[in-house]
């Protein structure tokens, strides 16, 4: 992995790099997408438009799920059944008495 300081603007959400760096990064854009960090850590994914345009379209294309499609269809991992449930609750209910 090669790295490389260069001095960069953001104006507006948008990232301005240089069109010298830009020029050496244009090989590895089409192919991969290219990280950018900052302090050494990873702040930026440098993306070609094609490989953009892919995710988004991939995301659009995502059914969205409600958060209620999503608990009912959820696998049951219980082991308790609806009688045990109804009992317990039944028990604690007594328990409280006339408070």
Known sequence: MQTVEFEAEIKNGQ???????????????????????????????????????KLMIKQNDTPKKSAWELLLNKPF?????????????????ESWGDK
Not at 15 to 41: C, D, F, M, R, S
Not at 82 to 90: A, F, G, S, V, Y
């Open 15 to 53: 990232l301005t790099i240089p069109a010298e760096l830009l020029a050496q990064l244009q090989p590895y854009k089409e192919t991969e997408a290219v990280h950018i960090t900052h302090n050494k850590k990873p702040c930026y994914v440098l993306l070609s438009e094609e490989i953009y345009q």
């Open 77 to 93: 991992a219980g082991i308790r059944t609806k009688t045990e449930i109804d009992l317990q609750l039944k028990t604690e209910r």
